[in-house]
């Protein structure tokens, strides 16, 4: 099993950047895929990044494609979201979430990942 706690989160202006971390406890870290979900006031949670057990494979919803970068570090049980030119849509509460041990690849739904950290909140000011 799967501990996650999120950090990094904060205010900060359209255009800027944060770097949210994702601190993993846990034997399995290392074999599992690890994603950034988000949600926003009003609306459901959506996926924003993954990265698969081995840092080697990414994938993004198209919304935050060449905005932000996925990565993780193994060795510090650590995963990452750099987040840059910042919006004020990507306002929300951010997500840290580990996969399910049967996992469909490639999947962006948040039924497939069943340990969540609690969350940290971004606001990007206009």
């Known amino acids: 099993q799967v501990q996650l706690v999120e950090s990094g989160g904060g205010l900060v202006q359209a255009g800027g950047s944060l770097r949210l971390t994702c601190a993993a406890s846990?034997?399995?870290?290392?074999?599992?895929?690890m994603a950034w979900f988000r949600q926003a006031p009003g609306k459901e949670r959506e996926f924003v990044a993954a990265?698969?057990?081995?840092?080697?494979?990414?994938y993004y919803a198209d919304s935050v494609k060449g905005r932000f970068t996925i990565s993780r570090d193994n060795a510090k049980n650590t995963v990452f979201l750099q987040m840059n030119s910042l919006k004020p849509e990507d306002t929300a509460v951010y997500y840290c979430?580990?996969?399910?041990?049967?996992?469909?690849?490639?999947?962006?739904?948040?039924?497939?990942?069943?340990?969540w950290g609690q969350g940290t909140q971004v606001t990007v000011s206009s």
């Open positions: 979430a580990a996969a399910n041990t049967v996992f469909r690849s490639g999947s962006s739904d948040s039924k497939d990942f069943g340990t």
């Open positions: 846990g034997r399995t870290f290392r074999a599992t895929t």
């Open positions: 990265v698969n057990w081995s840092g080697g494979s990414t």
